[in-house]
T-cell receptor, first 117, second 111 residues
Framework: DAGVIQSPRHEVTEMGQEVTLRCKPI?????LFWYRQTMMRGLELLIY????????DSGMPEDRFSAKMPNASFSTLKIQPSEPRDSAVYFC???????????????FGQGTRLTVV | LAKTTQPISMDSYEGQEVNITCSHN???????ITWYQQFPSQGPRFIIQ???TKVTNEVASLFIPADRKSSTLSLPRVSLSDTAVYYC????????????FGQGTELSVKP
């Protein structure tokens, strides 16, 4: 498997524009996470899905952010309208939640570096 | 989810053993302890996970005392390529799978 694939790797956009980040999780994984990383705030969990259903979106900063997972092999994170403070690296990760075992290993993509000017 | 506390930074030299300790005083009975490694411009990478006592793999060892209120990641004979940020996570991931990262420990390995 090629691992978690994110696109684009880099995105530069103007303030006010819509930005869509894409993620293809590892085939067979049933949990998907979106994170944002900045120097000031570190790695923040924005939202995560289990079996394509959003379980917890309490980390989504505001209504400008939305995430979807229409099927098990694709997810998007959309920012509309974008603002300079949204500039960060956005990571997608996936894992396989197995039965009653409390352990899990999440696999991260390479990230999308977003710059809003 | 249990909060974790770990040193912000550590320095070491090539060939030395490095031990990074994480405190998690309010760890729950079902919680697992997991460590991730992150290199610049890359996503975090799973290193090791344990519940109690000692776990060892080809990369590292994880020591967990009986009270489980702390854990120590041990990296044997580090090299320059081990320079990275190391994160300690605690949680029962089967309950929704929520992975919360703390501030991490920035390890710098010098020649």
């Amino acid at each position: 498997d090629a691992g978690v694939i994110q696109s684009p790797r880099h995105e530069v956009t103007e303030m006010g524009q819509e930005v869509t980040l894409r993620c293809k999780p590892i085939s067979g994984h049933n949990s998907l996470f979106w994170y944002r990383q900045t120097m000031m705030r570190g790695l923040e969990l924005l939202i995560y899905f289990n079996n394509n259903v959003p379980i917890d979106d309490s980390g989504m900063p505001e209504d400008r952010f939305s995430a979807k997972m229409p099927n098990a092999s694709f997810s998007t994170l959309k920012i509309q309208p974008s603002e300079p403070r949204d500039s960060a690296v956005y990571f997608c990760a996936s894992s396989l939640k197995q039965g009653a075992d409390g352990g899990t290993e999440a696999f991260f993509g390479q990230g999308t570096r977003l710059t809003v000017v | 989810l249990a909060k974790t506390t770990q040193p912000i930074s550590m320095d070491s030299y090539e060939g030395q053993e490095v031990n990074i300790t994480c405190s998690h005083n309010n760890i729950a009975t079902n919680d697992y302890i997991t460590w991730y490694q992150q290199f610049p411009s890359q996503g975090p990478r799973f290193i090791i996970q344990g519940y109690k006592t000692k776990v060892t793999n080809e990369v590292a060892s994880l020591f967990i005392p009986a009270d489980r209120k702390s854990s120590t990641l041990s990296l044997p004979r580090v090299s320059l390529s081990d320079t990275a940020v190391y994160y300690c996570l605690v949680g029962f991931y089967n309950q929704g799978g929520k992975l919360i990262f703390g501030q991490g420990t920035e390890l710098s390995v010098k020649p």
